[in-house]
């Protein structure tokens, strides 16, 4: 048996998501479907994180176990060649059997892109908004979220993580150019759509559309029910992942 890790970025723009689901055009299920034609196995992959619909990622890291014999070199050409033009292969390894993606991960980066310029050939690949964000007074508002916290009131109903500890590093706003910014957010991990939400609630704090303590609030009471504002998939990237 081997153990095979692949490195890869993807435009999320034409997939269901990440996770593979039947009938649906999703990140894993292209991946898999081209591995188990040439491995002539029935590839699981496991991958550092999954992402949403309309979500990027500029390094995705997935395993997977196969008792093929192919060599290296030749799975990598193969790869490269067969994977649709939004997926593209970064790197491929054998790793010890014990390896695994999801798990020995210790840090994930997500990187949020925010614009007040309307531009048809970037909407999928950034949010518009449209009043300018002053990167300072955006910054200021999630700050508040740094350190280990409770983030229940920070994901979807549907999400299966058992617990809703989570740890984040660190939060930066950068201002890109004249007209958008950056949020990079770096964790440990994280929960169902916890970066879409923490971004669509700052950005509702930010315009006065919930009050200048909400999440706060959020935090303070994980278990009571708050309204969840979701910001669009299509400004998000999964950007790092450390092990």
Avoid at 47 to 67: E, P, W
Avoid at 82 to 103: A, K, T
Avoid at 109 to 117: F, H, K, V
Wanted: glycine letters at 6%; a positive charge; one cysteine or more.
């Amino acid at each position: 048996m081997r153990n095979i890790k692949i490195s890869y970025r993807y435009d999320g723009s034409m997939f269901y998501g990440f996770q593979r689901q039947p009938n649906k055009r999703t990140v894993q299920g292209e991946i898999e479907k081209l591995l188990n034609v040439v491995l002539k196995d029935e590839i699981d992959m496991v991958s550092s994180g999954r992402t949403d619909r309309g979500v990027h990622a500029l390094i995705q890291v997935s395993n997977f176990y196969t008792t093929s014999t192919i060599p290296l070199d030749r799975l990598k050409y193969v790869l490269m060649r067969g994977l649709p033009l939004d997926i593209e292969l970064l790197d491929i390894e054998e790793v010890d059997i014990e390896f695994n993606s999801r798990f020995d991960a210790q840090k994930r980066g997500y990187t949020y892109i925010i614009s007040w310029e309307r531009d048809p050939f970037k909407n999928r690949y950034e949010t518009y908004v449209n009043k300018e964000i002053e990167a300072e007074r955006f910054q200021k508002i999630l700050d508040i979220l740094v350190g280990v916290h409770d983030f229940n009131n920070f994901r979807m109903s549907d999400c299966g993580s058992k617990t809703s500890i989570r740890e984040i590093y660190s939060i930066e706003v950068k201002k890109i150019g004249s007209n958008r910014i950056s949020v990079e957010i770096l964790g440990s991990s994280f929960l169902k759509s916890q970066i879409r939400i923490i971004i669509g609630t700052a950005l509702n704090i930010y315009f006065g559309n919930l009050p200048s303590n909400y999440m706060e609030e959020m935090l303070k009471n994980p278990d009571k029910k708050y309204l969840k504002k979701v910001a669009e998939p299509n400004g998000l990237y999964l950007s790092k992942v450390d092990y």
